[in-house]
T-cell receptor
Framework: LAKTTQPISMDSYEGQEVNITCSHN???????ITWYQQFPSQGPRFIIQ???TKVTNEVASLFIPADRKSSTLSLPRVSLSDTAVYYC????????????FGAGTTVTVRA | SAVISQKPSRDICQRGTSLTIQCQVD?????MFWYRQQPGQSLTLIAT?????????ESGFVIDKFPISRPNLTFSTLTVSNMSPEDSSIYLC????????????FGSGTRLTVV
């Protein structure tokens, strides 16, 4: 599985947009990029998945440049409840079922 | 998406004893996964459990220490055997959503403290 690199932590304030960039220089042709969110005392929760360009859902947007060597998770107008650890994973859905979690990015949202 | 019920949610156990963690899914799934998350750390895959076959363990994890059962397509158990304080962690089970495009669903975890 492709190795990923993310910032260890990020601070933000309520109402701001938070952008977390993940580097995956060795991403393979068939790999997808998936982001998970984990609150304290809970299991990770799927946020968004994409292959190229831009994907948007009700929670976040995922921007993937043409070379796919990085991706950016964008959380619009964060609130205190968005304080969590965010993990970026790379692999092929169903084939690479061994999810490999990196250290993740701890996002702290302040009032 | 699948709903996972994991029991117990937490436990405090004496060293040398064993604890069995249950994972119940509200739909049939081919593979179930067991993870460990040590305090302040990321998740590490322990093993993959397929119904009707032996579980597949990752490097550093052995069946004698973490026996797994998978009696049907909606249920699995993970036992942490002969526990020591180093086994204090959160243990989570996970399943893959059917289409693959919605990632994996995780249980809320079992917080284990060994004293």
């Amino acid at each position: 599985l492709a190795k990923t690199t993310q910032p260890i932590s990020m601070d933000s304030y309520e109402g701001q947009e938070v952008n977390i960039t993940c580097s995956h220089n060795n991403i393979a042709t068939n790999d997808y990029i998936t982001w998970y969110q984990q609150f304290p005392s809970q299991g990770p929760r799927f946020i968004i998945q994409g292959y190229k360009t831009k994907v948007t859902n009700e929670v976040a947007s995922l921007f993937i440049p043409a070379d796919r060597k990085s991706s950016t998770l964008s959380l619009p107008r964060v609130s205190l409840s968005d304080t969590a650890v965010y993990y970026c994973l790379v692999g092929v859905p169903f084939n690479d079922y061994k999810l490999s979690f990196g250290a993740g990015t701890t996002v702290t949202v302040r009032a | 998406s699948a709903v996972i019920s994991q029991k117990p949610s937490r436990d405090i156990c004496q060293r040398g004893t064993s604890l069995t963690i249950q994972c119940q899914v509200d739909s049939q799934v081919t593979m179930m996964f067991w993870y460990r998350q040590q305090p302040g750390q990321s998740l590490t895959l322990i093993a993959t459990a397929n119904q009707g076959s032996e579980a597949t363990y990752e490097s550093g994890f052995v069946i004698d220490k973490f026996p797994i059962s998978r009696p049907n397509l909606t249920f699995s158990t993970l036992t942490v055997s002969n526990m020591s304080p180093e086994d204090s962690s959160i243990y989570l089970c996970s399943v893959e959503e059917g289409s693959g495009g919605n990632g994996y669903t995780f249980g809320s975890g079992t917080r284990l403290t060994v004293v």
